[in-house]
């Protein structure tokens, strides 16, 4: 089930997910409350269908008996589209797409509201899934390149959802010390990619970070030379001393990435300020750094330290997202 619109104030935004496993369970969520549970229900209904049956949509209305009925106080609306996922061509669609996301590639997911099949555009102009016939292939990479967000579209191929996915932001955690260890935590819960780096195998592990993505032991003088990092990519500097620090930094500001945070007090941060200024850094890049990093909520801990950081974090990721 996947919010295809929403208006106004509700608990979840178009793109959010629910997928109901049968005996596997649950996983994601659509808002909760009796919204969730009518949707759950429809996925029940359309589980026992034998057959391919064609997709639903849902809506609901909370400024009205829904909201009254679950002490609701959204007040808004959305439409919740509820599909069977069949084994075969279209499990392969959803494999495929998790490659593309794993290799940072954006794609288009395409399913017929009529029931004839769903498939995954990439973006070398192939199609994994259901095959489709070139003239639909082609209304559908039109369509999509008109929308940021799940849409309804209608084609002259029929009506369609369109789902334009793009990877998950990657976090690189420069260092590995007590910091990086809830940070790291923090960030895989809230979606994502998680890469640490650090030169020293016995705190660059996967004993102490058994959520990261990535973990690399590699010398922090050139720890980020030659990468091709860019707006989706995140840079937090979390090392074991100034000198590092301040020699990630330098290479993180010949990157694009679209986050530079780094650890540390404001009089370290114009100390170190002034040797990068020295070595022909600008004042404009500099004012791209998050220093001190995190929003300031007077935290103290390493957990709380990692929550600000990830606050941060999230706040730049649906900034970027939104504009």
Known sequence: ATIAMNQGSTPRGAGSMLLHAGEGGL????????VEARVIQAAEGILAQPGQPAPSLLDFDLTGEIAAGADMICGGKMRVLVE??????????????ERQMEQGKAALLATSMSGAGRCLLLEDAT???????SATQAALRQAGKEILAPALCRTD????FLEPWTPSWRLIIAGAGHVSRPTAQIASMVGFRVEIV?????????????????IAVRDLDTCLEGRDLGPRDAVVIVTRGHVHDG???AQALRTRAGY??????RRKRDALYARLRQQGVTEAQLATVRCPIGLDIDAETPEEIAVSILAELIRVRAGAEQA
């Open 198 to 214: 650090d030169d020293r195998p016995e705190f660059a592990n996967r004993e102490r970070f058994p959520s990261a993505d990535v």
């Open 127 to 133: 199609v994994a899934g259901d095959s489709m016939d």
């Open 84 to 97: 069977h996922i069949q084994p075969g061509a279209q499990a392969q669609a959803f494999s495929q797409l």
């Open 27 to 34: 996983h994601g969520t659509v808002g909760g409350g009796l």
């Open 157 to 160: 191929q029929g009506d369609w």
């Open 260 to 265: 530079i945070g780094m650890i540390g007090s």
């Open 247 to 249: 020699t990630v930094l």
